[in-house]
């Protein structure tokens, strides 16, 4: 785990800490959880990136839907298409 030096001006530190202190649980993971909770998209999509980079660079550890479906012993016959035609609502 890494470490991060947050500053904080005295009101906002004296807050959180008894936040903190009522909840009973550390100051760190207060903000770790704000942080998530926040910015939970923008972190899920710079992990997605992270892994298609890391897959563009060595895609040996992948497999297709198939070989997946494969190895799960899932049929690959494609659901029955839906009829066509016209639908008329409900008057």
């Known amino acids: 785990m890494k470490r991060l030096l947050v500053s904080l001006d005295e009101e906002r530190y004296e807050d959180l800490r008894r936040f903190a ?3 009973n649980v550390p100051m760190a ?3 770790r959880h704000a942080m998530e909770e926040v910015f939970e998209d923008e972190l899920d999509a710079t992990r997605i990136r992270r892994g ?6 060595d895609p040996s550890g992948t497999m297709t839907i198939q070989e997946y479906m494969e190895s799960r012993g899932i049929s690959s ?3 029955p298409k ?10």
Do not use: N
Request: proline share 0%; charged share 40%.
């Open 21 to 23: 202190f009522d909840k």
């Open 29 to 31: 993971e207060l903000v």
């Open 52 to 57: 298609l980079e890391e897959h563009a660079k």
């Open 77 to 79: 016959r494609t659901s």
């Open 82 to 91: 839906r009829a066509t035609g016209t639908r008329r609502a409900a008057s």
